[in-house]
């Protein structure tokens, strides 16, 4: 899988575990830190969410234009870097005012803007080399599969940062009681008896002025995030350094002279027909990123509202890093064991893993309490995405091989479709788990009292991930392929300029969220889903004859 790879690829992926980091704290806090900071309502919060998701990706094609104009990718790479590391420290101060917050949302986006899309093109540019050509759908599988490394460590530091703060104040998480407080703040609370039991279980007596609880609960729950959002700055900083120490592996294309330019035009009979490929793919992904993507949002509801927030010893190994690493590790080394061409070093390797890691797991399974009572934290399913793009990437690309040496893998542009057809099946998993489950609009803001198991949230991300890898890096592999020469920065930024317009219409779940059955939601995106994988199976042959011809 790594083998025969450019040194570029690994600094490329390195230096952007920084902006998946920050990207996944944000999709793990920003609706509950906007909710509880500033008392928005579920759909409010969903808009701004959305926005801040479109312009991260809408700006792209300003950061697309400025390196082609340029022909200087990298330094509009750093650019981008100190950019986002800017909104970054501007969101971890507390206190501010929503309009402010939402200014340093813009920085990051545009910082983003300026980083992701002209990254994603010095990749390909590096498989623009005939001898690595053969690798491209590959390497950015790997791309893919490192850079959420970061991404799988976000949710639990931010968790972990936030909590820390809680318990420097003389309190302790609680989503409910963050809800409760800012209702009883806005006069909207009916029966303040449960936050007052609340109150006085966190404080262990009677508390007579909710107000003042209510107050400093919340104050001191909104600027654990803010310390979370530091924590993501932390890690632009040491993308940054990455990046500055390691980026002459990268490609440099800083030739702006009108003759260069020249050199890499094609005629516009070439061109029109590969930039009309790119468009139409580009219209599907609209629809998978506008239903993917309410991991962040109307799926972060249902983990924090409709999912048991207490679960058996066996789960919480899989939401507590502590234990979830060492079973991490015992998995490797089973694989390390079991593999076929493994050398004696690796199978020694693969038994001090399996030894080590099972027997850290096993000692924290014995330390969480028996039955449902072990908590869990909504932010925390963030996690699991990353994770299974780790593990599942190299089954992936070990599939695709498999099925490349019996001249049977299917061209780019169907292993999209499949992804929209996986997408589908995916949002089909949670419909099920969501029936007979009461709407938001009937509990009028009081925690849901039926919950469901995490594990149809779980297996919703599995198979959400794998339409992702489908999906995903194969169109980023597509968009870098069939791109004219002088339009690579243009065209990455109009993959993510679908994937802005997407992400905007993340408003659609937090809209129909207070309006209609919890199932029905769901409906929505399976159907955007299906008829995005009828559109593209119907114009196949046209987009893989480009594809041959590029």
């Known amino acids: 899988m790594f083998k025969g790879h450019p040194k570029g690829l690994y600094v490329a992926f390195f230096a952007n575990m920084g902006e998946r980091f920050g990207f996944y704290t944000m999709m793990a806090c920003l609706v509950f830190f906007l909710q509880a900071r500033y008392n928005l309502a579920a759909d409010t919060a969903g808009s701004i969410y959305s926005w801040y998701y479109f312009f991260i990706y809408a700006l792209a094609l300003v950061g697309g234009y400025i390196a082609d104009r340029t022909q200087n990718f990298k330094g509009t790479i750093l650019a981008g870097i100190i950019t986002m590391l800017a909104g970054y420290v501007l969101m971890s101060i507390p206190g501010l005012k929503l309009s402010v917050v939402v200014t340093a949302l813009f920085v990051i986006a545009f910082g983003n803007g300026l980083f992701k899309g002209n990254l994603q093109a010095v990749v390909g540019q590096l498989y623009d080399d005939p001898k690595y050509n053969k690798l491209r759908d590959t390497a950015f599988n790997i791309f893919y599969m490192g850079i959420n490394v970061g991404a799988f460590f976000a949710p639990s530091a931010a968790n972990g940062i936030r909590n820390w703060y809680l318990k420097t104040q003389g309190f302790s998480y609680d989503s409910d009681l963050s809800l409760l407080a800012n209702q009883y703040l806005a006069g909207t609370l009916e029966d303040p008896r449960q936050l007052s039991a609340m109150a006085e279980t966190m404080t262990g007596q009677t508390v007579l002025d909710l107000g003042a609880f209510s107050q400093s609960y919340i104050d001191a729950f909104s600027t654990g995030y803010n310390f979370a959002f530091a924590i993501a700055g932390v890690s632009m900083i040491v993308s940054m350094v990455i990046f500055m120490i390691f980026k002459h592996r990268l490609p440099e294309a800083r030739k702006i002279d009108k003759e260069s330019r020249d050199s890499i035009k094609l005629p516009w009979t070439e061109e029109r027909p590969r930039i009309v490929a790119l468009l139409l793919v580009f219209l599907v992904v609209i629809f998978f990123w506008m239903s993917f993507h309410q991991n962040g949002l109307t799926l972060s509801y249902f983990a924090r509202d409709y999912t048991d927030n207490a679960v058996g010893p066996i789960t919480k190994i899989f939401f507590s890093l502590k234990s979830l690493l060492p079973f991490i590790a015992a998995i490797f080394g089973i694989y ?142 597509f968009v870098s392929k069939v791109s004219p020469p002088r339009f690579q920065g243009m065209m990455q930024g109009g993959w993510l300029f679908a994937t802005a317009i997407g992400n905007k219409l993340l408003f659609v779940g937090s809209k129909m969220w207070v309006k209609i059955e919890i199932w029905q939601v769901w409906l929505i995106f399976i159907v955007c889903c299906l008829i995005s994988a009828a559109f593209i199976f119907s114009i196949l042959k046209r987009l893989e004859r480009v594809t041959k011809k590029a």
């Open 336 to 477: 390390y064991l079991l593999r076929k061409n493994s050398k004696a070093i690796g199978r020694i390797i693969g038994a001090a893993l399996l030894i080590a890691g099972g027997g850290l797991t096993y000692y924290f399974y014995t330390t969480y309490t028996a039955g449902q009572t072990n908590p869990i934290e909504p932010e925390i399913f963030q996690q699991f995405n990353p994770i299974f793009i780790v593990f599942l990437t190299p089954v992936i690309v070990g599939f695709f091989a498999w099925q490349r040496s019996r001249d049977a893998e299917p061209s780019t542009p169907r292993k999209i479709g499949i992804g929209m057809l996986l997408a589908a099946l995916g949002f089909v998993v949670i419909l099920m788990g969501s029936f007979n489950l009461v709407s938001p609009s009937d509990l009028d803001g009081v925690p849901s009292p039926d919950r469901v198991s995490p594990y149809w949230l779980i297996s919703t991300y599995l198979v959400l991930t794998v339409a992702e890898l489908f999906l995903s890096p194969m169109g980023l592999s």
